[in-house]
């Protein structure tokens, strides 16, 4: 015998209850079945509905209509689809309940109240007519079918709505009422019971499935099989996290805590009858009979330490605290009984070691009533400031890591925890019981999809995320979209899965909820773009999701770099070649470091100095070694040392100037370039990066175009003017040359002082040989001396930097996985 239950969303149709049928009679070839059925789908909510809000007998009938309505539309697509089809039969049942339901509403409007035993009777009825119309189809499928009644034998206690059986009556009652007299196939009416007073009951939510559980102990069953809508239970909600993946097999108490933590799938009540009788219960999806589902059986499989993550919503935290608390006999279980009094259930407890707070997760639709009958029961203690007053926390989830394979298994907790804070989630309480089984966290429940993201990566899909937001998208912007288009195929294979979800130029920030299409972004620029500030891809992050943000900024612009605090603060990662935020203010300095530290972010600069060159990163290493930074010699602008070169193979200023700024090597205006500014910017970011308190103002700048110059103008100007400095800066490159010297431009950092300028250096000199775009660097240290510690390498030129950027880009993956 197996036990066979399907849901209403198995019959929600006629084509459903022939699905149903095809998978019944290839079931009852093998062995005998006996199915349990809900109420075709949404019925029992428009019953629930009609009793609760009894109006007058017009409304009742506008009810009884809409519901007659659903049930027929089944017959009728039945009788015209099958063969052989019994209506008659299903339209005298109709009929007869149609009848019983107007008999009891009328009755309820004239009491203007539902009496709970009349209610379970009302919304009962679904059950009763899908059992006819099953069984009329099978007949037509010319099998034999026996119709189980659970009045006579399942027993309940007298609670009317949410009935619990007694299972060793019911199998008794059982055994006198039906062994030996049924069929091949029998059919029973699921989520109905009765108690001693012969009144009917019903068993709760999923109460289906605990009438299939109790009939699958009263039939000593082989299996009792539950089939719904999905393939079977997954290792978390797949509608939050569309990574989950199916669980073959779950132990009964791996089953019974997700059950209990949210898992719809499966009620506690359901496991309890099959645990107790180790009944093996199987999940199953009627839409894809073939798939394998999920088992639930008594072997213990522990090769998963976790199987599965899962959440409980709508809950509220309830404090009870007061030094009347603390060695006080007696006072939790006043607590509790309370809570048992008023039939409130628990979700969750927790006790501080101090005796002084007993706290705990109710539903929130009982928060009130939880705080009032505390209030009552504790008044005395209260007036007398033994207690403080009752505090209630709402809009609360729980998460639950759950599995037999977490016992004595070190560092899931810890694991568990750090997936929480890398979700920037803090915790409310904690609870875990001595059987290591699971592991519940209290959060707010905001911030509950992000947790399960988190864990579910970090435990399961191992696919960690990178959700990046770009603002600028002109030469290096551009370059880098291409270089990331170029590289997340690639970067899935290695279970990394980078998306861009906002691009920005000058008009704004356009978003994507699944990440802009790399290769077509520029259709996007421009369509319902909004401000690029903190809070609008905040906004964006939290109604998506998001749990590993990144700010990359490839502008120039000041007013970004001086909110890149802003984005911190917000649980941003921040990525830039832009050198304004390093070299404004110490204090500014100092504070984006804070904000970093303070959010467990990464401000990550690489390309500032040395463009695809680990510049930044060498020092720090570096410092963080012991060693300390002697003196600095470096090349530092590909655009310089391009230019340089040119002029020691006879080029004029004017001409490698034209030839640099043509090829994309100098910024737009190559005065930004000639100035020395941007050496004497990554010049200054060196020195701080080494520890030095430094100011901008404290560089000491030459730059190549010399005081008496005159560099104003538009840009075409100013190169048709760069003429007239060609053989002063000849003659300059003519004199070191007749001494076995070129001319490099060089920032130094000597005693503890900074400065950029011209030098004549021999072929002795670590940078004689640097140009064409190259940059190169000498570290001399307490560590490197005599000898420096040299980095050389192209510093100018879009892709070069683009890919340094790229690489600090995936370094916030690091820091996000670090134990």
Same mark, same amino acid.
């Given at each position: ?6 849901g ?8 459903r209850?022939m ?6 009679t290839?079931?009852?070839q093998?062995?005998s079945?006996?199915i349990?059925?809900s109420?075709?789908?949404?019925v ?11 109006t ?8 009884l209509?809409q ?11 039945l009788?015209t ?11 005298q049942a ?6 019983e339901l107007?008999h ?9 109240f ?11 009825t679904?059950?009763?007519?899908s059992?006819?119309m099953?069984?009329a189809?099978?007949s037509?499928k010319e ?10 034998f399942l ?6 709505l ?18 030996g007299?049924?069929a091949?196939?029998?059919i029973m ?14 068993l ?6 605990y009438s ?5 102990v009263c039939?000593?069953?082989?299996c ?7 393939d079977?239970i997954y290792?978390?909600d ?10 073959d097999?779950?132990s009964?108490q791996?089953?019974?805590e997700?059950s ?7 009620h506690?009540k359901?496991i ?9 219960c199987?999940i ?10 999920t088992l639930?059986?008594?072997?213990n ?6 199987k599965?993550?899962?959440n ?10 007061g030094?009347g608390m603390?060695?006080?006999?007696g ?32 539903y929130s639709?009982d ?9 009552e029961? @504790? ?28 016992h ?7 694991k568990?925890?750090s ?6 989630v803090?915790?409310?309480a904690?609870?875990?019981?001595s ?13 509950c999809?992000?947790?399960?993201k988190?864990s579910?990566?970090n ?7 990178i959700?990046?937001f ?16 170029r590289?997340q ?6 279970n ?7 691009v ?12 802009l299409n790399?290769q077509?972004?520029?259709a996007?620029?421009?369509q319902?773009a909004v ?8 906004a964006f ?11 990359v ?8 770099a001086?909110?890149y605090?802003d984005?911190l603060?917000?649980g941003?990662?921040?990525v830039?070649?832009?050198k304004?935020?390093?070299?404004d203010s ?12 303070k959010?467990?972010?990464r401000?990550?600069?690489e390309t ?7 510049v ?6 570096l410092?963080k070694?012991g060693?300390e ?6 090349i530092?602008?590909g655009?310089?040392?391009?230019? @340089?070169?040119?002029?020691d193979e006879g080029?004029s200023?004017?001409?490698?100037t034209a030839?640099?700024?043509e ?7 190559p005065?930004?370039?000639?100035s020395?500014m941007?050496?004497?910017?990554k010049?200054l970011?060196?020195a701080?990066?080494a ?10 700048i030459q730059?190549v175009?010399?005081e008496s110059?005159d ?23 003519l004199t070191?040359?007749?001494?076995g010297?070129v ?6 950092i000597i ?6 300028s011209?030098?004549?250096?021999d072929?002795n ?10 940059n190169a660097l ?16 192209y ?6 930097t683009a ?7 995936l ?5 996000e996985?670090q134990d």
């Amino acid at each position: 015998m197996r036990v066979l239950k399907f849901g209403g969303s198995s019959l929600a149709n006629a084509q459903r209850f022939m699905q149903v049928a095809n998978i019944i009679t290839e079931v009852s070839q093998k062995t005998s079945v006996a199915i349990v059925v809900s109420a075709p789908q949404g019925v029992t909510n428009h019953l629930v509905s009609l009793a609760q809000t009894p109006t007058d007998n017009t409304a009742n009938q506008q009810g009884l209509n809409q519901f007659k309505q659903v049930i027929t539309a089944i017959i009728d697509d039945l009788s015209t689809t099958i063969d052989g089809f019994d209506r008659q039969h299903c339209e005298q049942a109709l009929t007869h309940w149609e009848q019983e339901l107007s008999h009891y509403l009328q009755g309820v409007t004239l009491l203007k109240f539902c009496p709970e035993h009349i209610r379970a009777r009302i919304i009962s009825t679904g059950e009763r007519l899908s059992v006819a119309m099953l069984s009329a189809v099978l007949s037509a499928k010319e099998q034999t079918v026996s119709v189980i009644d659970p009045e006579k034998f399942l027993i309940t206690n007298n609670s009317s709505l949410n009935a619990v059986a007694d299972l060793v009556l019911c199998k008794e009652q059982f055994q006198q009422a039906y062994q030996g007299n049924l069929a091949n196939i029998a059919i029973m009416p699921g989520f109905i019971g009765v108690n001693n007073q012969g009144e009917v009951t019903t068993l709760g939510r999923n109460g289906s499935d605990y009438s299939a559980a109790v009939l699958a102990v009263c039939t000593e069953a082989q299996c009792c099989e539950i089939w719904t809508d999905v393939d079977g239970i997954y290792n978390a909600d797949p509608r939050v996290i569309p990574e989950a993946t199916l669980l073959d097999y779950l132990s009964y108490q791996e089953a019974m805590e997700l059950s209990y933590f949210g898992a719809s799938v499966l009620h506690p009540k359901t496991i309890g009858p099959i645990a107790q009788y180790h009944i093996p219960c199987l999940i199953k999806n009627t839409g894809n009979p073939a798939a394998k589902g999920t088992l639930i059986a008594t072997e213990n499989d522990q090769k998963q330490q976790v199987k599965a993550i899962s959440n409980l919503d709508d809950l509220t935290m309830v404090n009870v605290s007061g030094p009347g608390m603390k060695g006080m006999v007696g006072m939790a279980s006043r607590v509790f009984a309370t809570m048992s009094r008023e039939k409130i259930s628990l979700v969750m407890i927790s006790q501080s070691s101090s005796e002084y707070c007993i706290s705990f997760c109710i539903y929130s639709s009982d928060a009130l009533q939880a705080k009032n009958s505390l209030a009552e029961e @504790f008044e005395l203690e209260l007036l007398n400031g033994l207690l403080e007053p009752v505090k209630l926390k709402s809009e609360l989830s729980v998460i639950s890591l759950v599995g037999d394979g977490m016992h004595h298994q070190r560092g899931v907790a810890a694991k568990f925890f750090s997936s929480l804070a890398q979700a920037r989630v803090n915790v409310v309480a904690i609870a875990q019981d001595s059987s290591e089984r699971s592991i519940s966290v209290v959060i707010e429940q905001r911030k509950c999809t992000d947790a399960l993201k988190v864990s579910h990566q970090n435990f399961f899909s191992h696919r960690p995320t990178i959700d990046v937001f770009l603002v600028g998208c002109g030469v290096v912007g551009s370059e880098l979209i291409a270089q990331i288009a170029r590289q997340q195929d690639t970067l899935k294979k290695q279970n990394i899965d980078l998306k861009v979800y906002g691009v920005a130029n000058s008009k704004g920030m356009v978003f994507s909820k699944t990440g802009l299409n790399l290769q077509n972004y520029q259709a996007a620029l421009g369509q319902d773009a909004v401000a690029v500030t903190a809070q609008n891809i905040k906004a964006f992050v939290r109604e998506n999701h998001l749990i590993n943000p990144v700010l990359v900024d490839c502008t120039s612009n000041e007013q970004l770099a001086m909110s890149y605090v802003d984005y911190l603060q917000e649980g941003f990662h921040v990525v830039t070649p832009n050198k304004k935020a390093n070299t404004d203010s110490w204090q500014y300095y100092q504070a984006l470091r804070s904000a970093a530290q303070k959010t467990n972010r990464r401000f990550l600069y690489e390309t500032t100095v040395g463009a695809g060159l680990p510049v930044i990163d060498t020092l720090q290493s570096l410092i963080k070694a012991g060693d300390e930074l002697m003196r600095f010699e470096g090349i530092l602008s590909g655009s310089l040392s391009y230019i @340089f070169g040119k002029l020691d193979e006879g080029m004029s200023l004017s001409q490698a100037t034209a030839i640099a700024k043509e090829n994309g090597f100098t910024e737009p205006d190559p005065r930004d370039d000639l100035s020395g500014m941007d050496v004497a910017r990554k010049l200054l970011i060196m020195a701080r990066e080494a520890g030095m308190q430094l100011e901008l103002s404290d560089i000491s700048i030459q730059s190549v175009l010399p005081e008496s110059f005159d560099d104003s103008g538009d840009i075409d100007t100013f190169m048709a003017n760069l003429v007239q400095l060609d053989s002063q800066i000849s003659e300059q490159v003519l004199t070191a040359k007749n001494k076995g010297k070129v001319l490099r431009y060089i920032g130094n950092i000597i005693d503890g002082k900074c400065q950029v300028s011209i030098e004549a250096v021999d072929s002795n000199h670590p940078l004689y040989s640097i140009k064409d775009g190259e940059n190169a660097l000498a570290i001399h240290s307490r560590y490197y001396q005599p000898l420096p510690f040299v980095l050389r390498g192209y510093g100018a030129g879009a892709a070069v930097t683009a890919a340094g950027v790229f690489g600090d880009i995936l370094r916030t993956l690091a820091w996000e996985h670090q134990d």
